[in-house]
């Protein structure tokens, strides 16, 4: 299910929630093989506040980077911690629009080692490093999109009110990307299509399937959720398309297929499996899993056939409607599977590959 608290802040349109640097660390491990000699852009990242800036900054020379580009959306209400960068003569901190290009890191302060002391160093006396954007640092501005296009990879947490736009426009100049989403993306009619055409999957993740970000929207949060001065979030994932081993892990199964145990659909020609873990090792029809499971998806081991979920009916190709038997429900809501005259919450419908 959805987070509450990413619900709330989506409707407010508030989307000012800033990734740990200790996550960031925990999943970037994992692909240090994809960046040598790329252009990273971290598109949503003000060098304030965010630690992909500080990440790849830090790790420049030993990831082997050709260039690391961030930018920033102004007007953000977080004060700096990191970086603390100033345009003006008089040392009043500017929220304004900007971008950072660096091509090299070195030990500019002379202590012996290249650290954030010395990224630090070269954003405050290089006038070639830093500068201003002629408008807001919007993703979709004609600015932004001229260096997405210089970019390989892009790295950062988008606003997850515009996960869709953000999403379509990597799709549209294919580039490669590790971003963080909620899980309840994976079903819109817009992002779905591409998991189950292997043009997107997920990462490692988070543990725990849950992160604390640092956001000042303290209204949207209860008291259990806060931790430091963090909001929790459930339900949070790494979207991306670059490939790593994890993907390529087949679940061990072990159970066996019985009609008692796996029912099916009343609207769909598919058993229902309530867990990731229960999927039969022995049944090769269509099956409904909880949305969860692609967080142990393998394309080697099985193929998405669609989903079943609200928007099934008027998302899906007529094609595939007739492919998983489709057969509208009175309690299916749009296109929930039924088992027992009861709406299941919504399922990926896979098949295993022989």
């Given at each position: 299910m959805a987070n509450k608290t990413l619900n709330a802040a989506k409707a407010a349109k508030r989307d000012e929630f800033y990734t740990q640097l200790v996550d960031i660390e925990n999943?970037?491990?994992?692909?240090?093989?994809?960046?040598a000699g790329k252009t990273v852009l971290c598109n949503c990242d003000d060098p304030y506040e965010s630690n992909f800036f500080k990440y790849f900054a830090s790790n420049f020379n030993a990831l082997g980077l050709k260039k690391l580009i961030a930018t920033c959306y102004d007007g953000s209400p977080v004060r700096g911690k990191e970086l603390l960068i100033r345009f003006d003569t008089e040392g009043n901190e500017q929220r304004q629009?900007?971008?950072?290009?660096?091509?090299?890191?070195?030990?500019?302060?002379?202590?012996?080692?290249?650290?954030l002391a010395d990224v630090r160093y070269?954003?405050?006396n290089d006038n070639n490093v830093l500068s201003r954007l002629q408008g807001n640092g919007d993703f979709r501005s004609e600015e932004c999109i001229k260096l997405l296009q210089e970019a390989d990879i892009v790295v950062t947490n988008p606003p997850f009110s515009?996960?869709?736009?953000?999403?379509?426009?990597l799709m549209k100049y294919n580039k490669k990307f590790l971003i963080i989403g909620n899980q309840g993306a994976m079903v819109y009619?817009?992002?779905?299509?591409?998991?189950?055409n292997n043009k997107i999957w997920l990462g490692y993740g988070f543990k725990g399937g849950a992160a604390h970000f640092v956001s000042p929207y303290k209204d949207i949060a209860t008291?259990?959720?806060?931790?430091?001065?963090?909001?929790?979030?459930?339900?949070v994932h790494w979207f991306t398309n670059l490939e790593h081993e994890k993907r390529n892990e087949k679940l061990i199964l072990y159970r066996t297929y019985s009609p008692h145990e796996y029912p099916l659909y009343e609207n769909y020609n598919a058993i229902n499996v309530n867990a990731t873990c229960d999927i039969p090792m022995d049944y090769y029809g269509i099956m409904g899993v909880p949305i969860t499971f692609m967080d142990k998806y393998s394309p080697e081991q099985f193929e998405i056939v669609w989903q079943a979920s609200g928007n099934t009916r008027a998302s899906a190709p007529k094609e595939v409607i007739s492919e998983v038997g489709y057969n509208a429900h009175p309690f299916d809501r749009g296109g929930c599977g039924v088992v027992d005259g009861k709406r299941v919450y919504s399922r990926i419908l896979i098949r295993r590959k022989q």
């Open positions: 999943e970037l491990r994992h692909y240090r093989q994809h960046f629009s900007y971008k950072v290009e660096i091509t090299e890191v070195k030990d500019l302060n002379g202590d012996g080692r290249v650290d070269l954003l405050m515009l996960f869709r736009e953000y999403v379509a426009q009619k817009e992002i779905f299509p591409l998991f189950k008291a259990g959720n806060h931790k430091e001065g963090m909001i929790r979030v459930s339900g």
